[in-house]
């Protein structure tokens, strides 16, 4: 291709031939059956037909029409295009065409306008078929397009197959190269059902294939062994003001074996649970001989004597390093789990660095952390570094967490900037992990000078069988329980028209004492928001609707240290109702908070509504 059209295929992504063929159609039209005039009807057609009669003219300034006839022993229709001078000339009398448009009443006479045309062949592609519609851009067509690729259609049957043979025939899937053809000019829409199934699957099979590849590598590394210990264990979990779930017990479970590195200890069974379920989870043997295999496995593998002298019983064991996803609903107590794993962390004189993407996140997840592990005697060791913070306390956060003063360190990306020098960093846990890129993630395992121990979190619902092919390199756990005491979150779509009586409704719950937040799609008042902005909701909720309650604005170009104290004081409850953006989409806990209200939730996705909701129905109350 030449110079210009290169560069117009470069900005779909198509530099090689190959990046061509695999640029696959967005969508499909069906052609496919052609039929004769007597039996037009309004819609999609496809005719057999010569064209006759052709007419060019311009009937206003910018307006170019170009009519003419189609014809077949059956009848007639009068075809019409608008501003393409060009076909005038192009069209060749006598000869057959395949005619492809929609047959509609129009001005008061049923034509077809615009329609596509080629003269008949065995292999048309813009007519008479299955046609794709490509991904356009400007001065380049989606027929253009469509072009290449059948002139390309040589070189894909010289196109090595992806795929063992035996693979092939064992899923029963096309062949690669026929599959790609039907992709671009499917012979039937059950032949295209067939090419994208060996496409899917070969996509599939791709990810599935490169996860494991990373978790073979993930393999050839060794972390530092994190022993796990039961008394400690035991001490925190009777300490909680409410009992785990099985879930998150087995969550625990497996983080602490990951991080001890054997696959025999069950010494958790002892935290809570029936006989029968210990039995389930953690196997037979008792616990003295769990502990005989542990110490056995221990001293096969000791390599150097690590900590003070009252530790040194525990020898330095180099281990496979965990690398886990704790998947859970917003609410299921992902926070706790990784509590439980930073403690063990932190006993063995380890750091923990927990990241979060944001600072309001960071600031709750340390006053959460300080909270759970303060009962156990580690609050004292809960620092947090987010860029939020004054120069004087980022260098003191940086200096306490270089002399190992620190333990467990909570923050955003400022954690992987260069001023900060770890201790003796054992375990990374990642909150929103799908919010990091790969570099930021391995920008602080760097920082440990070994592998450290991995515990990603994610709160986006995702299905078991389509986490294990997007995360094949992490081992999952997924608590699938809410905590005892959480209600149903009801949830509700309201008209507009409806919204006196929703107001009515939602000042009886502010009355009671809970607290609202009311969530909207876009911060400033534009043509286009529709009073649906940030800022014109404030002005109507403080002013009008309820102008009789304590009322504030949270949204992202507010500046952070304003952001931070606006959630604090709602946090404090000297606010009733916060009008946000999805600035509060990740991570805000307020217990109190009821009621959620979704301004213009049509400009939301299911997914984004869903992590929405969850910052209600926190607490014991029901809500909204």
Sequence with gaps: VGDELAKKLAVLGVKTIGDLIENYPRRYEDYSNVIPLQELRPGVVTLEATISQVVSRYVRRGLHITEAMASDKTGSVRLVWFNQPYRAGAIKPRQPYFISGEYALKGGRFSIANPSVELVSEFPINTARIIPIYRETKGLKSFQIRKLVREAADIVKDMPEHLPPWLVSEQKLLDYKTAALEMHFP??????????????????????????????????????????????????????????????????????????????????????????????????????????????????????????????????????????????????????????????????????????????????????????????????????????????????????????????????????????????????????????????????????????????????????????????????????????????????????????????????????????FIVCPLILDTDLSRGLSAEEVYARVSKKDFKHRRVALLHGKIKSAEKDKVMQAFLNHEYDILVSTTVIEVGVDVPNATIMLVEGAERFGLAQIHQLRGRVGRGAHQSY
Aim: aromatic share 4%; charged share 25%; hydrophobic share 40%.
């Design 187 to 516: 012979s039937s829409a059950e032949m295209l059902e067939k090419a994208q199934r060996r496409l899917g699957f070969e996509e599939v099979f791709q990810l599935t294939l490169a996860a494991l590849l990373n978790k073979y590598e993930l393999y050839k590394d060794k972390s530092i062994a994190i022993p796990f210990k039961e008394r400690l264990a035991k001490d925190f979990v009777s300490k909680l003001p409410f009992k785990l779930t099985d879930a998150q017990r087995k969550a625990i479970w497996r983080i602490y074996k990951d991080m001890d590195g054997s696959t025999q200890h069950s010494h958790l069974s002892a935290m809570q649970g029936s006989s029968q379920q210990r039995t389930e989870m953690y196997g037979n043997s008792t616990l003295k001989e769990q502990t005989q295999l542990l110490t056995q496995q221990r001293a096969k593998s000791v390599s150097r004597v690590a900590g003070s002298a009252s530790k040194q019983a525990d020898a330095v064991r180099m281990v496979r390093p965990m690398n886990r996803l704790l998947e859970g609903d917003v609410g299921s107590g992902k926070t706790v789990v990784a509590a439980m794993a930073a403690l063990m962390a932190m006993e063995q004189g380890f750091q923990a660095a927990l990241m979060a993407p944001t600072e309001i996140l960071a600031r709750q997840h340390a006053n959460t952390l300080y909270k759970l592990l303060d009962n156990v005697g580690y609050g004292g060791q809960v620092g947090l570094l987010i860029g939020g913070l004054k120069p004087a306390q980022k260098q003191e956060a940086r200096a306490r967490i270089k002399s190992g003063d620190i333990k467990l360190m909570v923050g955003t990306h400022a954690l992987i900037t260069e001023q900060v020098d770890m201790h003796k960093l054992g375990l990374i846990i990642i909150d929103e992990q799908h919010r990091f890129g790969v570099e930021q993630r391995k920008a602080l395992q760097a920082k440990a000078g070994h592998m450290p121990h991995v515990l990603h979190m994610s709160a986006t619902p995702i299905p078991r069988s389509i986490a294990l092919t997007l995360y094949g390199e992490l081992d999952i756990s997924i608590l699938d329980e809410m905590p005892p005491g959480r209600q149903e979150i009801k949830t509700k779509i309201c008209s507009p028209n409806s919204r006196t009586q929703l107001n009515i409704q939602i000042d009886k719950q502010l009355e009671t004492g809970r607290q609202m």
